[in-house]
């Protein structure tokens, strides 16, 4: 119980605010991050299917649009993306260049508009999970000439440059070739077990923040 009271007592009462993509979507590790920290409000925001990056035909959901009209008084948001954009084929860009049509540059551009307008919220950037569907899989190189860990190296990149935190799922989450078959539902989408592995490295990492 003390434990408890003392993962708790930094969020008890607190709002937060999700971003991503079907993974996130999907609900299932929220419930368990809210229940262990104590989150009032969870507000999900995730568009499955889409990108952090902008353009081509699921524009509608890029997560650096979706991320420009979530509440502005949120105490904690997290933004989980990545495994899309390297299905779609979208270009990495570079650090420090505002080009929404990139990864670097679309997830960037949503930082600054968050900071901006709540510089008070506590804001962390998670990478994405390993996967291996459809023959993507973290040894694919994509169209546009990058593997899965270039996109999740973006993302930690892009935390150092912002003074960010960032869980890094890619590398701690457990999950990989042996394991996806048991954590997810099509070597993808996390199913019950997969859920619960990212809350467990979710909750001690939010609750140290």
Known sequence: MAMEMTLQSKWLGATWGTLGDSITAAGGYQPLVQSALGFSEVFNYAVSGCPMTAGGDRDYGATTHVGQSIAADLDCVTILAGVNDFR????????????????????????????KKNPRCRLSLWTPLQRDKDGYDIFYVNAAGHRLVDYADAVAAIGRQYALP?????????????????????????????????ADLAIPFLAGL
Request: proline share 5%; aromatic share 10%.
């Open 166 to 198: 960032v869980l890094n799922l890619y590398e701690l989450s457990g999950l990989n070739r042996l394991t996806l078959p048991h954590f997810t539902s099509d070597g993808l989408h996390p199913n019950e077990a997969g859920h619960r592995r990212i």
């Open 88 to 115: 779609l084929d979208k270009p990495l860009g570079e650090l420090g260049k505002a080009d929404v049509y990139t990864f670097y540059g679309a997830y960037t551009t949503l930082i600054e508009h968050i900071l």
